[in-house]
């Protein structure tokens, strides 16, 4: 298996991802890295690395880097041998069964888009993630990559994330539901009723409307929702989060006595923000493309880039792009026995 990495993408870059990817080759020995990027400061990030098994890990030079603040159409056209860019070539080349980038959404959306084209019957892609919940996780698509999608459009979104649940969590029929503002079949507009009567209509296991708070619980295994919303909702989460975190640190902070009590309380308190790391949910599939391509969050840190690694490594081995095809196809079929 052979992963493609934009090294030179994110906040941090190298000093996150070559680390990182060192990690994931000590965890998975089938695994073999191509680090894409400026070929001198590659190889000396690998040479502070102990144990690097030098077979399974190999640099493509690339002379240029996409900017987290550029347009993507600006990237698209003038940066043609951006780490980003011939990561994604090699996927196409069949050089690398998958690319993980921490590098700027928009470009790496319309870069993958262009080069790998979409699978047939999709019409976009999305970005879907795994979120923490009271019971395990849910898969939430689209989390920003489409602000306006159609009823159609949810319905293949449906699909792709039933897909993928099915492959990496090994549910056979994942239960599907259509973020809304109320779980009553009168609440939401017009297009979220007609996704609705599409998804109920398909092989989907849909459970029907859910509001915010389900995404929490754990009860379903995939939310749909167009990109505007999922990405408001996915960053309304990571600030609740850090606001609960700030105030619980206040407050154990406060005075002596609380100080005794969050000393006492630590080993609950640090097994509590384990589960809830949001560096363990670090890596989005860009979901409808003819190959696989992660996203890992441009901030990420070591930890949080390896795990944008492992849910690579997790996605080919699973086949997933095949496994949307397929179902597309079940679709299809239904449609024309009509």
Known sequence: MRIAIDAMGGDHGPPAVVPAAVAALRKHANLHVVLVGDEAILTKALSTEQGVPSTRVSIRHATQQVEMDESPSQALRTKKDSSMRVAIDLVKEREADACVSAGNTGALMAKARFVLKMLPGIDRPAICCALPAMQ?????????????????????FALMGAALTSAVDNKPAPSVALLNV????????????????????????????????????????????????????????????????????????????????????????????????????????????????????????????????DEAVLEVEKRVPDLISKDLELIFDQRRAV
């Open 136 to 156: 395990g996780h849910s898969h939430v698509l689209d989390l920003g990559a489409n602000v306006d999608s159609s009823p159609e459009q949810l319905l293949q």
């Open 182 to 309: 109320g779980e009553e079949d009168i609440k939401g507009d017009g297009r979220v009723k007609e996704a609705a009567m599409l998804i109920s209509q398909s092989n989907l296991n849909y459970v029907g409307f859910v509001e915010g708070d389900a995404v929490f619980k754990g009860s379903v295994d995939v939310i749909v929702c167009d990109g505007f919303v999922g990405n408001i909702a996915l960053k309304a989460s990571e600030g609740v989060g850090r606001m609960f975190l700030h105030f619980a640190k206040e407050e154990f902070l406060r005075t002596p006595l609380t100080r005794l009590a969050a000393w006492v309380s630590g080993p609950v308190l640090k097994a509590a923000v384990h589960r809830i790391d949001p560096r363990r949910y670090n890596g989005a599939s860009l979901l409808g493309l003819r190959g696989i391509v992660i996203k890992s969050h441009g901030s990420a840190d070591q930890v949080s880039f390896a795990y944008a690694i």
